[in-house]
């Protein structure tokens, strides 16, 4: 099962991004969606969620009003909006989905088998 996350770059303070994560192989409907990150020198970290019904989102407490995530599965796409944008989120960022469907994983990487290769977030002026 191959995830590919895409849309990362460079912006500076305040801007946006909009991350997708997408599967050629699968398809995602079933399954829950994570996001996670990981900056330099830092452990991988949760960012947001959501369910395999798209109802229930679930993001970590530094994000929480700036980023969105949502799904869209006629595209068999997950995005995740990121917006004013902080030096501190600053981070290679990676989706993952578990393995089993129509599961509701916690917000602990352990929960997650399958991940996608990663995008660079960079926030810099």
């Known amino acids: 099962v191959q995830l590919q996350a895409s849309g990362g770059g460079l912006v500076q303070p305040g801007d946006s991004l909009r991350l997708s994560c997408a599967s050629s192989g699968r398809t995602l409907s079933p399954y829950a969606i994570g996001w996670f990150r990981q900056a330099p020198g830092k452990e991988r970290e949760f960012v947001a969620s959501?369910?395999?019904?798209?109802?229930?989102?679930n993001y970590a407490d530094s994000v929480k009003g700036r980023f969105a995530i949502s799904r869209d599965n006629a595209r068999n796409t997950i995005y995740l909006q990121l917006n004013s944008l902080k030096p501190e989120d600053t981070a290679i960022y990676y989706c993952?989905?578990?393995?089993?469907?129509?599961?509701?994983?916690?917000?602990?990487?352990?929960?997650?088998?399958?991940w996608g290769q990663g995008t660079q977030v960079t926030v810099s002026s």
């Open positions: 993952a989905s578990p393995a089993e469907r129509h599961w509701t994983p916690r917000n602990l990487d352990d929960d997650y088998v399958y």
């Open positions: 959501v369910t395999w019904t798209g109802r229930i989102t």
